[in-house]
């Protein structure tokens, strides 16, 4: 592993803070949703954003995908000069880059198909919608933006132009349902989830460091379509050479393979398994689908230790040692919180913890913990300092990491509460704001039955110290969005919705505008 790969997790950041890009879901490969180096943002002047621009692209929605979560890289040297980009991938196969500071679109490149997806039980579903469905991941060391096409293929597409540099190298089952794209030390990590296009569920990797000799891993969880890993963070990674990921219901019995219902860790580059957290009551869990894999785990530091996290259907957090994931029993957590939401223990419904969550380190050296909760809080949640908002929908909860008085062992003290979220989708960290979208999507029903009543996305932005809103962009974002994320670069908030609109939100002194 290179220098900032193998220090603590604030050193970490500061390497990645020598650019202000944000490269990949959730900003990092631990997926912080934490971006350091951003300094135009501040709670000052938070107040003050509004929609700069507002781009529809030319990409037709399919179920409940249209757009991937932006990434975007700085000073990158286009024929016009230096500038900020943006790269969404479209679910029809299209990834489009746009200018930052205008949202015109820059290029845009299509990937085409010479084979058709097959007829698996889920095939063409909103669970396995034949398209781009993992967020792209920047390159800077060689200025590519690698992508898996709707064909499996894995491209890297120059951030300038579009052109390929990369592949196409076959990667992953075609038309397989991939999460979001990571890439360290010169290897891309993805993960499969659904049965989708008959791939399996596990962890996936490709070294790209030689274009002419790729080597391919995959780690496997099941040997049908259950386990999934669809935390739509995807493989989260940690500085300590770990890959981590939470998988979805279905038979668990290691003597066959399948490893159902967990939180798992993988070593890297390899990606052999060693370790696992089964819950006590995984049984239970299967059997009301009240999985593992809504949410994906989160990777943190704390005095000086490594720490991994997890929420999900349920309603409960766990913290675990990094580098002994569920113990030597495999069902030991270092802290398990109180319920905080989902009382009724349904599934499918969008109670519980989804998406993710964001870690942050203040000025003082205090770790923080933001949780997106659906639903409204559980009667046995904890008693937080302020409270803020209708919580009967959704939640963001903020939490204080501190020590055990007996144990010294991480656990988590209620900071704040700020409730009025239609669903809250992941929140992200910058500069002591936390901005998170309420995503107004109807989260039950038959498929066809979740594009009604569905209401138009909210863009938030609190005070990370105390939940006060700072920000809320009203009725500027004019549509829902499902499973998808934020970027925040160089004083600039951006966004996606279903009918494939990119949304940039600062305080600049550019004119609202709508981009051609």
């Known amino acids: 592993m290179n220098t900032c790969a193998r220090v603590t997790l604030t050193v970490l950041l500061l390497c990645a803070g020598a650019r202000a890009d944000w490269p990949t879901y959730g900003h990092d490969a631990q997926r912080s949703g934490w971006a350091p180096e951003e300094t135009k943002i501040s709670v000052a002047n938070a107040p003050n954003m509004r929609l700069l621009w507002k781009a529809k692209l030319e990409n037709e929605f399919y179920r409940l995908s249209a757009l991937t979560a932006p990434v975007v890289a700085t000073k990158v040297p286009t024929l016009g000069g230096s500038r900020t980009v943006v790269?969404?991938?479209?679910?029809?196969?299209?990834?489009?880059?746009?200018e930052a500071e205008t949202g015109k679109v820059l290029w845009t490149h299509t990937f085409r198909s010479s084979i058709l997806p097959g007829k698996g039980r889920y095939q063409g579903t909103f669970l396995c919608p034949n398209g781009i469905t993992a967020t792209p991941v920047i390159d800077r060391k060689t200025n590519v933006l690698y992508v898996i096409a709707p064909n499996g293929a894995l491209y890297g597409l120059d951030l300038a132009t579009g052109s390929v540099r990369y592949g196409p190298v076959h990667f992953v089952a075609a038309y397989s349902k991939n999460w979001s794209l990571s890439l360290v030390d010169g290897v891309v990590y993805t993960t499969l989830a659904q049965g989708c296009g008959d791939g399996i569920s596990g962890f996936y990797s490709i070294d790209v460091n030689d274009p002419q000799r790729p080597v391919i891993r995959e780690l496997l969880?099941?040997?049908?379509?259950?386990?999934?890993?669809?935390?739509?963070?995807?493989?989260?990674?940690?500085?300590n050479g770990h890959i981590y990921g939470a998988a979805a219901d279905g038979v668990f019995n290691p003597s066959i393979g399948d490893y159902s219902l967990t939180v798992l860790s993988a070593t890297l580059p390899d990606l052999r398994m060693d370790g696992y957290f089964l819950p006590h009551n995984w049984n239970y869990l299967n059997k009301l689908d009240l999985d593992l894999g809504s949410a994906s785990p989160a990777f943190f530091g704390w005095n000086n230790h490594n720490y991994v996290i997890h929420g999900a259907k349920e309603g409960f957090l766990y913290i675990f040692d990094a580098e002994h994931l569920g113990g030597a029993d495999h069902q030991t957590a270092l802290y398990k919180s109180p319920r905080l939401g989902n009382d009724d223990q349904k599934c499918c419904v969008g109670n519980g913890v989804y998406g993710g969550m964001a870690t942050w380190r203040d000025e003082d050296g205090q770790t923080w913990l933001y949780v997106p909760v659906g639903g409204p809080p559980s009667k046995d949640a904890p008693t937080f300092s302020s409270t803020n908002g209708d919580n009967k929908r959704g939640n963001i909860m903020a939490f204080k990491v501190v020590a055990n008085e007996k144990t010294q062992n991480p656990k988590l003290e209620p900071g704040w509460m700020t409730g009025g979220f239609d669903l809250p989708d992941p929140p992200v960290v910058a500069n002591g704001v936390v901005f998170a979208l309420s995503t107004g999507e109807n989260p039950s029903g038959p498929e066809d039955k979740r594009l009604l009543n569905t209401r138009p996305a909210v863009l938030r932005a609190m005070d990370a110290k105390t939940g006060k809103e700072l920000f809320n962009s009203g009725d500027a974002i004019k549509s829902w969005v499902h499973f998808s994320g934020l970027a925040v670069t160089d004083g600039m908030v951006f966004a996606v919705d279903h009918d494939s609109n990119v949304y940039c939100f600062g305080s600049g002194s550019e004119k609202t505008q709508t981009a051609p």
């Open 221 to 239: 969880l099941s040997r049908t379509d259950t386990a999934g890993l669809w935390g739509r963070g995807g493989p989260i990674i940690g500085n």
């Open 87 to 98: 790269y969404v991938g479209g679910i029809k196969g299209i990834v489009f880059a746009l």
